[in-house]
């Protein structure tokens, strides 16, 4: 039998991973349910606290396990939980002042344990929040390295971490609903979409670049059976809507762009490639294009991700991230967060950082060590 908790506890890559003892328990949940029963049946709080602290030493000592609770029949229901998340919600039921606090934290890990309360945009059990500490819900997003796990490596110049699609897809999406990315670049997107059963289509103008994105995404396993479609196109002028119905897709339910942050990386010597516009005025209006190209097909209540840097040129600060963010608001868009994510150092920046160093100090200007991420709301239809 399939347990619904296994599967939302279980959710990110590390799912099919083998149960790290360190870390987790696996319980088992009837036995669990049963011994919380009894003791949320005690009428001491002394006694409760005695009860609590067997439980304890379970999990902290698996092999003395003389309660059953981590017995693990074969069609018994069963559990796998943060040890550290378990730990510290039985020692707060140990730790409460008075016996209706304590049943009141036994009522509400009983229901962290039966209960699936999630939200229409992703498949997070709200019931045990703490168990996703590794979700991001701060807007400074400092990585010290890039996820190069899998089918992602860091071969194509201008491509984003994948922790950036990773987190947005974990928070906004559910498995099996389709995320667009019009700026597809190497893949990155789709190749996550792959990793956390996510359906995924993506745009790239360039032909030499789908080809090097559909090999790492061919070269990531499927193991959610779930779709990618990439197209060889300029999301400035395709007609997103007739694309999906080709495809027999009604809609998608999470968009991401990362476009060229104007010129900074020339990707090709396409007229029709963002990197190649002439001024930010170009830029700016090429993009608006491509966010009212691609309004339409996100169903509203959905979330919209934009990933762009500034620029710095003639001496002057362009702040090329907030010009852009404001293409999407005059779009209907309402603005849901603005994160802050820190530049990893390229080996090429790291040789040159004394000489921009000195730079900076003879310019009288500050070296960019972020990006902005911008996350949109759609809430008119
Ligand atoms: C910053 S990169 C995206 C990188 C991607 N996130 C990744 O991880 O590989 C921007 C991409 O947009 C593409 N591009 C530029 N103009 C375009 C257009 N008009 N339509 C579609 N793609 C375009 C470029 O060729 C480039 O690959």
Redesign the pocket.
Known sequence: MKDNNITLFDFDRDSDKKTNWRTESIINKDMFLEVLSKIEGLNENNKVKFEIQKIIEVIKNPRKDNLGLLNISSNGDTAKVNKEVILEDLNQIAEAQTIERAKYYITRLKKGLTEIKTNKINDLNLNRWKEYNDILTESLWIFDKRDKSGAHNSG?W???IPQIPNQFLRRYTKQGEWVLD????????LIECKRLGRNGIG????PE?VEIANKNISSEENKFNVKTEVIT????ELNFKQELEKRNIKSVQFLIM???YWDIIK??NNK????NAKNVEEFLN?FGKVVDNTYDILDKGRYFAVVIGDKYSQGEWIPLAFYTMNEVLKRGYILKSIIIKNFEETKGKMNQKELWRYRALVGGFYIFKHEYIFLFKKVKK
Request: net charge negative.
């Open positions: 194509y201008g491509n984003f019009a700026f597809l670049g190497s893949g990155t997107t745009v790239e103008l360039l670049v196109a300029d999301s400035t990362h476009p060229p990707f090709s029709k490639d963002l990197s090429l």
